[in-house]
């Protein structure tokens, strides 16, 4: 197999604050990896930097054997890798199918010659069938995220970055949402790359797991090991106590 | 894609058919020279909505294509006495050519060095008009330019067939896919980059979309006035255009275009006000903007017809 994403020596630094040190890893096609690590551990910064929303203070990022340091977001998107955000950013004052027949319009869509049914059809794909015409405005945290999804896969991605999308759900609404993003991994050949705070939620779902802490890459392994791994247990313990301090 | 309400069109109709019957009514050409200039201004105003409207990126310079379609036409009827038909094509291409040299460089950025570069531009644009009087006549401007129709009347219905193509072209526009991805660039950029678009490149095209209108407009104001001068660059221009859009209702077009000729209108008829013309045409527009942040003419339209749709 070949590496779909090879990340070599990347560093960021925020003035004299560094958010990722030195971080080095690869994803193979088909993959589907987590990224774990306590909040501040630079998990979306490093996201930010693999897909062209911030440049690296230092290091490189080769996707599909092309480096795609100094690219512009969309261009990174149309290279084949998407995103979803953190905190949902939909297109307020559009409905839902507007908000996915955008990125339906960029280069990468551009075999997809009837914009609206690709657009609906992507919103049933993600369980938002049949809603096409709901604004934005009113939709719950869960169904945002799913939207984020249909947007993300509007564009044809090789590879999906999922950036917390379980955060904020309910333990029903996180099931659902976890089949779907099984299912879309396993049906439509996408290597995904999941951030999650939280061991428990993704451990049933990844096969392998890059854990951070304080910008740094401090373990790599399948999550059995990752659970048992010293330094994450103390990365957690230190949290939860730094927390029950300042509580 | 979204389709136009029958409405709508209905209400085109009967407005365009008011407006090129108005004249009839009341045969002067001083009054036909006023709805001239109606509309003209109708067309500087909907073609700023189309690119600032959409995208939310405001120009605060649209003198500077206004001026640049104005001097072409100006320095081939004129100066070089061309057949004062090529200053419309002509007046397009230039006012494109200076859309490119400042949207080109500044809307790539975030923040507000687009609306500033606009700005400065088309006051630069006004100053050179002084500095170089030799060629540009410098305050008077340059007069003579040849007429292009034998009568007011037959003019103001060529430049009232003119808005009504513009509007339909840019609603066409606003209301396609193309017209999306502005809305969609007004609402969130990074989005769009999340989305696969190239943001910089809508917005340019979209500007020059909109200069090219505008340098048409301003063209026709030009061999309307048979003269121009350094003033068409002013910011007092610029501005006039953004308060229309704003009280027709912000990326609306038709909203724009209907505005420009009501609040034109207002001040000729307020002449008779003599000193106190701008402080209640102030007043007046004060008012609208702060009672209706929304605008006038396309919400209240779309009140008016909520049920007919
Ligand atoms: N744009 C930025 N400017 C300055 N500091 C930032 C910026 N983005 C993130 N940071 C800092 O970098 C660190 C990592 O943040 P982030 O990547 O969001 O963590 P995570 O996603 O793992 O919770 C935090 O200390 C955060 O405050
Ligand atoms: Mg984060």
């Known amino acids: 197999m070949t590496d779909l994403l090879e990340v070599n020596g990347v560093t960021k630094r925020f003035g004299g604050l560094t958010a990722v040190k030195n971080a080095s890893f690869t994803l193979k096609k088909g993959e589907f990896t987590g990224i774990l690590g306590p909040n501040g551990a630079g998990k979306t910064t490093l996201f930010n930097i693999l897909t062209g929303f911030m440049q690296p203070t230092t290091g490189t990022i080769h996707f599909n054997g092309e480096l795609v340091r100094e690219l512009a977001p969309y261009k990174v998107v149309n290279r084949g890798m998407a995103r979803t955000f953190q905190l949902t950013r939909p297109f307020v004052g559009m409905n839902l199918l507007e908000n996915v027949l955008v990125a339906c319009m960029s280069p990468r869509a551009s075999e997809d010659k009837d914009k609206e049914a690709r657009a609906s059809y992507l919103l049933a794909q993600v369980g938002l069938g049949g809603r096409d015409k709901e604004p934005v405005e009113t939709l719950p945290y869960g169904d945002l995220r799913r939207l984020e999804i249909a947007r993300a896969l509007a564009t044809r991605p090789d590879l999906l970055l999922l950036d917390e999308p379980f955060a904020g759900l309910g333990s029903s609404e996180i099931e659902q949402l976890a089949q779907l993003i099984r299912r879309l991994h396993r049906e439509e050949n996408l290597t995904i790359l999941l951030i999650e705070h939280k061991l428990r939620e993704f451990m049933a779902l990844v096969s392998r797991v890059i854990a951070m802490n304080f910008g740094e890459i401090i373990a790599v392994g399948p999550p059995e090991e990752i659970v048992k791994n010293e330094k994450v247990i103390e990365a957690y313990i230190g949290k939860t106590e730094e927390a029950h301090a300042s509580a | ?309």
């Open chain 2, 1 to 309: 894609m979204k389709r136009i309400a029958p409405i709508d069109i209905a209400g085109g109709i009967l407005v365009v058919a008011f407006l090129a019957l108005l004249p009839m009514f009341a045969a002067s050409n001083y009054l036909t020279g006023v709805l001239t200039v109606c509309v003209i201004y109708g067309i500087w105003a909907s073609s700023w909505d189309f690119m600032s409207g959409l995208t939310g990126r405001e120009n605060f310079g649209h003198s500077l294509f206004i001026g640049a379609g104005a001097y072409t036409a100006g320095f081939l009827s004129s100066i070089w006495s061309t057949n004062p038909w090529i200053s419309l094509p002509l007046g397009v291409v230039i006012a494109i050519a200076f859309s490119l040299l400042v949207g080109f460089p500044t809307l790539r950025l975030r923040g507000p060095y687009f609306a500033l570069a606009m700005l400065s531009a088309s006051a630069i644009l006004q100053r050179l008009c002084l500095i170089f009087w030799e060629y540009t006549g410098g305050e008077e401007g340059i007069y003579g330019l040849d007429p292009l129709m034998k009568t007011p009347l037959h003019y103001y219905w060529f430049v009232l067939a003119i808005l009504v193509v513009t509007v339909i072209v840019l609603t066409l526009l606003a209301q396609s896919h193309w017209g999306l991805l502005l809305r969609a660039i007004r609402g969130d950029e990074a989005t769009c980059q999340a989305a696969g678009i190239n943001v910089t490149f809508y917005k340019i095209v979209s500007l020059m979309i909109s200069a090219g209108f505008a340098g048409l407009g301003g063209a026709l104001y030009a061999h309307y006035q048979l003269q121009v001068s350094p003033p068409l660059f002013s910011v007092v221009v610029s501005i006039t255009v953004i308060i229309m859009v704003y009280v027709g209702g912000i990326g609306s077009i038709y909203g724009a275009a209907i505005a420009a000729i009501l609040l034109t209108l207002l001040t000729e008829m307020l002449r008779g006000f003599g000193e106190y013309r701008l402080w209640i045409y102030t007043l007046t527009l004060m008012l609208i903007l702060f009672f209706l942040p929304n605008g006038l003419i396309a919400p209240l339209w779309r009140r008016l017809t909520e049920r007919l749709r």
